[in-house]
T-cell receptor, first 114, second 112 residues
Framework: ETGVTQTPRHLVMGMTNKKSLKCEQHLGHNAMYWYKQSAKKPLELMFVYSLEERVENNSVPSRFSPECPNSSHLFLHLHTLQPEDSALYLC?????????????FGPGTRLTVL | DQQVKQNSPSLSVQEGRISILNCDYTNSMFDYFLWYKKYPAEGPTFLISISSIKDKNEDGRFTVFLNKSAKHLSLHIVPSQPGDSAVYFCAASALGDYKLSFGAGTTVTVRA
């Protein structure tokens, strides 16, 4: 595997379910990100982990719970979601400390909450 | 408050012609700018970037222009090809900041 991978690619869940999204980066980066993309809107940054420490939590509801067990893996645990949480969830990674700020994205998980 | 704006949600251009995508920003601390391209069912992929010390950066068919005084940048694609049909996101960051602020995207359709 190369780059940034995400599983599952598609997820349909009810409002009472608990599920997890997984992201893995194979680039040796030291920072990982979760974004939410809704139709026709900018990417919304949800969480940032740098060196496995959470450094950003952009007022995300507690029904979204991130976990970063090591620098290569990132999870987003979901529980009691609402229909308005249906969106594309993107994971990204980058190497912090460089002059550039290029982030590398995974293919995303298309989430539908019924 | 949206700090990066792409005011044209869509653009249609004939194959072989120039595509011009525009992006405006409000935060004067931004000094590094990126364009990403996104196909359906895929994540955004990095296309080209420019730092504030330059006003132009070119990579093959893609050129990004930066006008700092106007807080405006543009992406030119010449010549446009059918494979360029995608959503293009403008993004910006400040020196030392790990965060990127994204625009809402412009959907480009290249007509044969």
């Amino acid at each position: 595997e190369t780059g940034v991978t995400q599983t599952p690619r598609h997820l349909v869940m009810g409002m009472t379910n608990k599920k997890s999204l997984k992201c893995e980066q194979h680039l040796g980066h030291n920072a990982m990100y979760w974004y939410k993309q809704s139709a026709k809107k900018p990417l919304e940054l949800m969480f940032v982990y740098s060196l496995e420490e959470r450094v950003e939590n952009n007022s995300v509801p507690s029904r979204f719970s991130p976990e970063c067990p090591n620098s290569s893996h990132l999870f987003l645990h979901l529980h009691t979601l609402q229909p308005e949480d249906s969106a594309l969830y993107l994971c990204a990674s980058s190497q912090q400390g460089l002059a550039t700020n290029e982030q590398f994205f995974g293919p995303g998980t298309r989430l539908t909450v019924l | 408050d949206q700090q990066v704006k792409q005011n044209s949600p869509s653009l249609s251009v004939q194959e072989g012609r120039i595509s011009i995508l525009n992006c405006d920003y409000t935060n004067s601390m931004f000094d590094y700018f990126l364009w990403y391209k996104k196909y359906p069912a895929e994540g955004p992929t990095f296309l080209i970037s420019i730092s504030s010390i330059k006003d132009k950066n070119e990579d093959g068919r893609f050129t990004v222009f930066l006008n700092k005084s106007a807080k405006h940048l543009s992406l030119h694609i010449v010549p446009s090809q059918p494979g360029d049909s995608a959503v293009y996101f403008c993004a910006a960051s400040a020196l030392g900041d790990y965060k990127l602020s994204f625009g809402a995207g412009t959907t480009v359709t290249v007509r044969a």
